[in-house]
């Protein structure tokens, strides 16, 4: 089954509206490089505006970094689905390591978020992962089948194949120490695995996206595996061209 790829830009806590509109521009202006692949870009929520903007028609899809499940509330610091969707975005991250170490974003929370998303009309894209500590006990599986089952709980059959599920090892986000591909091969099979048996045959349309210190030069090995559809990139997704080299890689 053919999967279109998709490659999705994480700025976390990066980037100022200027320097948000500078590189929308130099990545609108070299979108060719990236025929045949789906974009994102996910800035801080106050960049989100200007990028949606400046990539209006384009294609290229911009993402919240995170949401909250109620649609309003006393929830101080916290934005909602709509509010994404009225800034211009088309999707958002949810389950990130860090929104998970941080911020306290658990299974229990993302069961009740990624159905707000689909209910908003957000793309969202449910991110797991495994500690070292937990790689090195030999729990990789386990950890990521219950992320994975409880993250998309709350979601109704007939709506999970608009989820995008991004593995992302927390060893290896931030460290420049990638997954190797066998790694992550092996990970991405046990996470399609998990997605079939909750949404049987549609689990070969989702995209499962790899992250963790994807580089240009590192990009093209992992792109082509199997069951790997793309990337979530962190540092090298803050200079569009870097960004756009990773997506070249992810092309069909
Ligand atoms: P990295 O971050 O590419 O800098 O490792 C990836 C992520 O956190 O999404």
Redesign the pocket.
Known sequence: MSRRPLVAG?W?MFKTRAEARAFAETLAENLAQADGVDLAICPPFTSIDVVATVLQGTGVGVFGQTGHENENGAHTGEVSMGMLVDAGASGV?LG???RRADCAETDQALARKVPAALVAGLTPVL?VGESEFERDSGSTKAILDVQVREGLSGVPKDRLGDVVV?Y?PIW????GKSARPEIAQEAHAWIREELRSLAGDTADSMRILY????KPETAAELMALPDVDGA??????LDALSLLAIAAAARP
């Open positions: 994480n976390k991250l990130h390591s860090e991110c991004a992302e290896a986000i931030g460290t992250g963790g210190s994807v979530l990139v962190g540092g090298a997704a």
